[in-house]
C-alpha cells in the first residue's frame, strides 16, 4: 500500500493532544508529508518539533507501554534522554509494526503469531500482551514504532535504568473500529473487520488490510459513548485516481512535481 495513505493527520493530533507539537507545526507537517510523501514521523523530527525519543515514548505509551525513570533512577534517566535519533532512510515506507519487527529480528514469526492469536481472543494492545509474554522490552518496542514513523533511535537514546511499566487503558477513552465498506445501489454497508483502543493499531490493521485485500472502501470510526466520528477513509477508486493523475504528471514533466523537493535538488546542482 502507498504509504501516503495511512493516516496522518489522526496520528498528528495525538501529540498535539499531549502538547508535544502545536496544531499550526502539524499543519505544515502535514503539508510537507503530503507534498514530500515522507513519513510524519521523519518530518516532524526533521524540522526539530521534537525529538525522536519523544516520538518513540509516545507512541509505546500509545500500545500500554510506558518508559518511566526508576524510583532510584539517577538524573540521567529522570531527563529520559532525548539524543541519539536519526532519519531512516528517506526511500523508506511505512510498515505494520508486526511485520517490521520480525524483519527487525525483535520477535519470530512464531511469538508474533502467538500475540496475535491472544489478542483477537482476549483484546488489548499488541505492544502490551508482547511486553508482558516477555517477548519485547519496552526500549525496543518503541525503537520499532519510531522506525515504523521514519525515526532511527539508538539504544544510546534510552537511559539503562528505565522501568517499562504496563499502562492500563483510560476509562472513557474512545474505542477505533476498522469497518469495510460496501455500496450497493441505494445504500451502503459496513462490516466491523478489528476494533482496538488504539488507533494506531487500528490505523496498522487498515493499511495492512488494504495491501492484502485490495476492498473497494474502508474506513476508520471512534467511537466515544454514542458519538461515532470516521477519522479515516480509504477508497480503491479515489486511490487509483491519484496514481493516474501523477502517472500523467511525470509523463508532463519527467518527474512527479507533487514530491519534488526544490531545494534539495538545488543544493545538489
Not at 44 to 57: D, E
Not at 235 to 262: H, N
Amino acid at each position: 500500500m502507498d504509504h501516503t495513505h495511512f493516516p496522518w493527520r489522526p496520528l498528528g493530533a495525538l501529540l498535539v493532544a499531549e502538547g508535544l507539537v502545536t496544531a499550526d507545526q502539524l499543519e505544515q507537517a502535514l503539508a510537507e508529508q503530503r507534498r514530500s510523501g515522507r513519513l510524519l514521523g521523519q518530518i516532524l523530527v526533521g524540522r526539530s518539533y521534537l525529538t525522536g525519543f519523544t516520538l518513540a515514548r509516545i507512541l509505546a505509551e500509545q500500545h500500554g507501554v510506558a518508559l518511566r525513570p526508576s524510583r532510584s533512577g539517577t538524573a540521567a534517566s529522570a531527563g529520559l534522554q532525548d539524543s541519539g535519533s536519526t532519519h531512516a532512510d528517506a526511500g523508506r515506507v511505512w510498515r505494520p509494526l508486526g511485520k517490521l519487527l520480525v524483519e527487525k529480528g525483535f520477535l519470530t514469526e512464531t511469538e508474533l503469531d502467538e500475540a496475535l492469536a491472544e489478542q483477537r481472543e482476549h483484546g488489548g494492545r499488541l505492544g502490551e500482551i508482547l511486553v508482558t509474554r516477555d517477548y519485547l522490552s519496552g526500549p525496543r518496542l518503541a525503537r520499532a514504532l519510531a522506525e515504523q514513523h521514519g525515526v532511527e533511535v539508538g539504544k544510546d537514546a534510552f537511559a539503562p535504568d528505565l522501568e517499562t511499566v504496563i499502562a492500563p487503558p483510560t476509562p472513557g477513552q474512545p474505542v477505533y473500529h476498522v469497518c469495510e465498506v460496501v455500496a450497493d445501489s441505494s445504500f451502503e454497508t459496513r462490516s466491523i473487520l478489528y476494533e482496538s483502543v488504539n488507533f494506531l493499531e487500528a490505523a496498522d490493521f487498515a493499511c495492512e488490510f488494504v495491501e492484502d485485500h485490495e476492498p473497494g472502501a474502508l474506513e476508520i470510526q471512534r467511537i466515544r459513548g454514542e458519538a461515532r466520528e470516521t477519522v479515516w477513509m480509504y477508497s480503491e477508486s479515489r486511490a487509483a485516481e491519484e496514481a493516474a493523475s501523477r502517472k500523467r504528471l511525470v509523463e508532463t514533466f519527467g518527474f512527479d512535481p507533487t514530491i519534488w523537493d526544490a531545494g534539495s535538488r538545488l543544493d545538489r546542482g
